[in-house]
């Protein structure tokens, strides 16, 4: 009885949290009613457990419990595979952005040697010396010379 009550009470504890929750991370309201419905059938079926073997018993399942863990592992599932796709659309995304950054750097850092030069030769070497400068060649330690 000590344990149907303090899941109960943690159904509403829960229930309260996701309703109360506005944060610009909040759950959209569809997400909102599918987690309210399910704290109500967590309460209802602390309750009553012999629903939940009715039920199961519908559906052609012998217990009840067998059925809590079947629905609980298609649910683990089906979060896994939204998890996994949407890491993999930020990745692509985040890969995107990083491209584009880089492009934007190297057009800013390399601007004078992009633009069509007077002469054609000019403009390698102005480039050339610009990298040597830049990767001049040192002993790990060594200070760069001035």
Known sequence: MLVQIAIIVLGIV????????RGSHGARASVKVGLVL???AMIVTVLNPELMTRIANLAGIGRGADLLLYAVTGAFL???LTQYLKSQSQRDVIFRLARRVALIEANNRY??????PAEPGKAVDAAERELAERT?????GEEPQK
């Open 14 to 21: 829960l229930g309260y949290l996701i309703l109360a929750s």
């Open 38 to 40: 399910l704290v109500i």
């Open 78 to 80: 089906f979060y896994v």
């Open 111 to 116: 601007e004078d040697v992009l633009e069509a």
């Open 136 to 140: 001049e060649l040192r002993q790990p």
